[in-house]
């Protein structure tokens, strides 16, 4: 018992020196790049200092206040996390001066609801519990966007996607993305087949899964249909979709929902190619951008121009010239990154996200049989791994380009929103007893 | 020093941080990996094996097939044992080994043609020891305890 002990405390002291080592060595990295935006753009506005000043105190009190909380967690998430966002606040403060503040605030507000998911007593159990008070705020949400959506800029042309309240607009689908992985989730932990499933197989047999399986499933993909067809929001559509499929499959081992469900995707893709002008424009740039490169390809031809800028170390912050591509401070920051820090920087987003997405996966093996809990870490590692390789491989025109923000690192107060309360809950699930 | 200079610092020791830092969270990544195989090294010891014979002619003959030994290993027709046994003399259940209390027990499950040990039939709880031959149908098996 006495050994137990010793080996339990050493593990916390572990978590601790490592989550601190990690955050001293991002913070290094962000001063010493704040030091050169601040050299090579003498010009930018002198709050950016102010922007790593409310970096660090997040930082410092969000690690102090984890191991208060949740001494046994996992000592990469809250690092990753930080380091990224950080990176952010970088990027923006480089790209678009103008809403760099706003993004600060917003990452302050990020950490703070972080760490109220980590330290509340019973978030998961309410999660559960509330779960179709969860879909039904969640449908409504969706209405009230379809209903009342407006855009920042005021255009009444761009997908109307947000929710405004005087300055401050929100993106209900970052919400729901959480939402719907939490109702699903316990949806499936209650299915039986979840539990015969997860017993090794004698028979044979073949399972066809129960309408009990399909019925959510064609629930989800009628939810993506509407938010394709209202919303023209494609990034969104497939994310979910493609999410909700990966959950389905790993609840019931089922090959048959994998494969109808990427059939109905190719259905679906094909339906809005021949019906929505901005699928058809994504498609056909995606196939072959050069003829069009100056005109409706111009985005993606420049991204691409930009990775080519960046070589392997690339060309140093604020000295390449990244803003050549439209709109780079959302959906394009990888290029940006690609441009200014190179290969070496693409490398590190890399694997910084995989292994966020890899110690997701850890954490919902360490669940066991409590099925909520391990589709519920599936599911949200799955979110931020497919998100992720949505933007990272349309923005490297590997697939057809699909509006999603990079976690983390894009522009974006919602998506920094979801994405650390994804990093509370998982951080909660590490610290779990009985692992 | 000229700006330009201090730029290439900063880029130099920018690229520098970002491969600690990759280097960091790898070497925890390598760590825990280490940490979990040892600890699953540790839970999989082995107990000893069971090794398969058949008499011909008087003369026990090694047929290659091993099977470890664990603290419940059951013995029978059916493929859900331990042990499988493809011999039509044998029960669907025919046979159990338990480990209790450091001893290591076989006992017959009411099978048809029952269980020998060493040439005797079982007929209640038997401990057994290293090198005791079982015999179920045509098949032999030899015990061989690691420790």
Redesign the interface.
């Known amino acids: 018992m006495t050994t137990e002990l010793a080996i339990h405390q050493e593990h916390t002291r572990t978590v601790k020196t ?1 989550e601190r ?2 955050l001293l ?2 913070g ?2 962000l001063l ?2 704040f ?2 935006l601040r ?2 753009q003498p010009s930018s506005t002198s709050t950016d200092w102010l922007h790593f000043i409310v970096w660090l105190i997040c930082a410092s009190i969000g690690t102090l206040l984890l191991e208060r909380n949740l001494p046994a967690r996992d ?2 998430l809250f690092p ?1 996390a930080m ?1 990224l966002s950080g990176w952010g606040l970088i990027l923006i403060d480089r790209l678009a001066p103008p809403f760099a503040d706003r993004q600060t605030v917003w990452l302050a507000v990020s950490v703070t609801a972080m760490l109220i998911v980590a330290t509340t007593p019973h978030p998961l159990r309410w999660l559960r519990q509330y779960r179709y008070v969860l879909l039904l705020g969640g449908i409504l949400l969706l209405l009230g966007t379809i209903f009342l959506g407006t855009n920042p800029s005021g255009s009444q042309t761009a997908p109307q996607l947000w929710l405004g309240f005087g300055a401050i607009f929100f993106q209900p689908s970052e919400a729901l993305k959480i939402m719907l992985v939490a109702f699903l989730a316990s949806y499936l932990a209650e299915s039986p087949s979840f539990f015969r499933a997860s017993l090794p197989a ?1 028979s044979t047999q073949r399972k066809w899964p129960s309408p009990r399986i399909i019925g959510p499933v064609l629930l989800m993909w009628g939810i993506c249909i509407i938010i394709l067809v209202w919303q023209r929001d494609l990034g969104t559509a497939i994310l979910f979709f493609a999410v909700f499929i990966l959950l389905v499959y790993v609840a019931t081992r089922s090959n048959f929902i994998l494969f109808s469900g990427f059939i109905l995707i190719i259905l679906a893709g094909f339906v809005a190619y021949m019906a929505f002008a901005v699928v058809r424009l994504r498609v056909d740039v995606w196939i072959n951008p050069w003829p069009e490169a100056d005109s409706r390809a111009f985005q993606i031809v420049q991204s691409l121009l930009a990775f080519a800028a960046g070589g392997p ?2 060309q ?2 604020g ?1 390449g010239s990244p803003t050549y591509i439209p709109v780079v401070h959302s959906d394009f920051v990888f290029s940006a990154i690609a441009e200014e ?1 190179g290969l ?2 693409v ?2 987003v890399i ?2 996200i995989g ?1 966020f997405v ?1 110690r997701g996966l850890q954490i919902a093996l360490q669940q066991q049989q409590r099925a909520f809990l391990v589709l519920l870490a599936t599911g949200l590692s799955l979110l931020i791994a497919t998100q992720s390789l949505l933007i990272m491989a349309g923005v490297l025109k590997l697939i057809p380009l699909t509006g999603v923000t990079l976690p983390y690192l894009s522009y974006g107060g919602s998506s920094l929103l979801a994405s650390f309360v994804i990093v509370g809950l998982l951080l909660r699930l590490s610290a779990l007893e009985n692992n | 020093m000229s ?1 330009e200079l ?3 610092l ?2 130099i ?3 520098l ?6 280097f ?3 070497r ?2 390598w760590r825990d990996f280490q940490h979990t195989t040892r600890a699953m090294d540790r839970q999989k010891r082995s107990y000893g094996s069971l090794i398969v014979m058949q008499e011909i002619d008087g003369a026990y003959l090694l047929t290659g097939e091993v099977y470890p030994l664990l603290p419940i290993t059951s013995l029978g027709r059916s ?2 044992n331990t042990i499988p046994i493809n011999d039509t003399f044998a029960s669907s259940e025919h046979a159990l080994i338990t480990l209790r209390e450091r001893q290591w027990w076989l006992e017959d499950r009411n099978s048809r043609n029952g269980t020998l040990l060493n040439g005797r039939q079982v007929t209640q709880p038997v401990v057994i020891t290293h090198d005791d031959i079982i015999g179920i149908g045509h098949i032999s098996l030899r015990i061989n305890l690691s420790d």
């Open positions: 490592r080592l990690l060595l991002v290094m990295f010493v790049n030091l050169g050299l090579a000592p990469l990753i380091f004698f170390f690339g140093g912050i000295q820090w070496l920087g490398i590190t694997a910084a292994t890899v | 700006n201090i730029l290439l900063l880029r020791v920018s690229g941080l970002l491969l600690t830092i990759l960091a969270i790898f925890i990544l493929p859900t």
